[in-house]
């Protein structure tokens, strides 16, 4: 398997729903990301997971929250999102020997309304 | 601080025509440089990278330090080359990949 996955595909949430993204891989990678991309820009670095440990926040709001439960999973826990929120969320994991060879997941497409 | 600028939003040429992706950087050490390309609904991939100097779909891209550039060329355009390309700088410590705002390539037929 050398893909990520992610789920939902799509999802919409209006600004008091408690949601969660699933990112997935099955490559062995140790180190795991949460980009933002809005149309026509590139993806934004949220955060960085390396051998299930937090290593970069990006000054993300505590509205996003993230964990990564094993080595294969990713998840982003969503809560009292703004409608500014709302853009492609994507997920990458690479070797830590080889940390620009990232591996994108087709991504989550967030409406909030 | 790290920082890639790609002049061109967007870029069209013609089917057989040259055509070059230009990537400027600003960093203080010794970047490692790398091309990512967005096909038409498909993800996000890696394209290529300086420290292999390999060419991938018949593109390359070379590292001159001097000018601080990466630029993406091929000689020969594709339809199939149609994307986004995104450049993007790692630094020497560290996973953070910095990624330039992106040319959309249009090749004609």
């Known amino acids: 398997d050398t893909e990520v996955t992610q789920t939902p595909k799509h999802l919409v949430m209006g600004m008091t729903n408690k949601k969660s993204l699933k990112c997935e891989q099955h490559m062995g990678h140790r180190a795991m990301y949460w980009y933002k991309q809005k149309a026509k820009k590139p993806p934004e670095l949220m955060f960085v997971?390396?051998?299930?440990?937090?290593?970069i926040n990006e000054s993300v709001p505590s509205r996003f929250s993230p964990e990564c439960p094993n080595s294969s999973l990713l998840n982003l826990h969503l809560h009292a999102l703004q409608p500014e929120d709302s853009a492609l969320y994507l997920c990458?994991?690479?070797?830590?020997?080889?940390?620009?060879?990232?591996?994108f997941g087709p991504g989550t497409r967030l409406t909030v309304t | 601080a790290q920082r890639v600028t790609q002049p061109e939003k967007l870029l069209s040429v013609f089917k057989g025509a040259p055509v070059e992706l230009k990537c400027n950087y600003s960093?203080?050490?010794?970047?490692?440089l790398f091309w990512y390309v967005q096909y038409s609904r498909q993800r996000l991939q890696l394209l290529l990278r300086?420290?292999s100097r390999e060419s991938i779909k018949g593109f390359t891209a070379d590292l001159n330090k001097g000018e601080t550039s990466f630029h993406l060329k091929k000689p020969f355009a594709q339809e199939e080359d149609s994307a986004m390309y995104y450049c993007a700088l790692r630094g020497t410590s560290g996973s953070r990949l910095t990624f330039g705002e992106g040319t959309q390539l249009t090749v004609n037929p």
């Open positions: 960093y203080s050490g010794s970047p490692e």
């Open positions: 300086h420290i």
């Open positions: 997971y390396s051998y299930e440990k937090l290593s």
């Open positions: 990458a994991s690479s070797r830590p020997d080889t940390l620009y060879e990232q591996y």
